[in-house]
T-cell receptor, first 113, second 112 residues
């Protein structure tokens, strides 16, 4: 039972264009969401977060949008750069105090120069 | 240390052998998590330690898996009688509060 889903296993985008990575969740109790980026042979690194009290959070080239009614979030990267090529994981938590995050299966982004 | 340290970085073991994976979290982080990533899969939650509370073991796939955290710091994940399906990258993470984890680089376990 996959509570956090990333339905696109891979995505290719031209350098300078926008990358949009999508994530859907099924548990309505989730109220805190994270995006992580992972390069090969390295651990995932934190990218950006959003809580359910907001519908948008922006950090430089990265923006995360949350649609609670649709149980959907997306990560926008603009402009995309070749160094953004990595696997991106979304994660969700009910923030019940345990801070246990459920991760999606990841989307491999390839930014073409 | 500055980050989460995991050892070994790579481990090849024969089916049926026991293995121990070590995680040294960031000093002062009270929460420690173990996840694993199998080929083509997402990050699968295994176990969570928070302070002196009883660990959340709900993600451990079988009773061959166990973990302990000594002195609220270093953690060891033990897999007994390893099977080929245990082959994965085992990731440890620690956190101070609920603003995300810091992950280690992982241990790549290959069971042959």
């Amino acid at each position: 039972d996959q509570q956090v889903k990333q339905n696109s296993p891979s995505l290719s985008v031209q350098e300078g264009r926008i990358s949009i990575l999508n994530c859907d969740y099924t548990n309505s109790m989730f109220d805190y969401f994270l995006w992580y980026k992972k390069y090969p042979a390295e651990g995932p690194t934190f990218l950006i977060s959003i809580s359910s009290i907001k519908d948008k959070n922006e950090d430089g080239r990265f923006t995360v949008f949350l649609n609670k009614s649709a149980k959907h979030l997306s990560l926008h990267i603009v402009p995309s750069q070749p160094g953004d090529s990595a696997v991106y994981f979304c994660a969700a938590s009910s923030n019940s105090g345990t801070y246990k995050y459920i991760f999606g299966t990841g989307t491999r982004l390839k930014v073409l120069a | 240390g500055a980050g989460v340290s995991q050892s070994p970085s790579n481990k090849v073991t024969e089916k049926g052998k026991d293995v121990e994976l070590r995680c040294d979290p960031i000093s002062g982080h009270t929460a420690l998590y173990w996840y694993r990533q199998s080929l083509g899969q997402g990050l699968e939650f295994l176990i969570y330690f928070q302070g002196n509370s009883a660990p959340d073991k709900s993600g451990l796939p079988s009773d061959r898996f166990s973990a302990e955290r000594t002195g609220g710091s270093v953690s060891t994940l033990t897999i007994q009688r390893t099977q080929q399906e245990d082959s994965a990258v085992y990731l440890c993470a620690s956190s101070a509060q609920n603003y995300g984890y810091t992950f280690g680089s992982g241990t790549r376990l290959t069971v042959v």
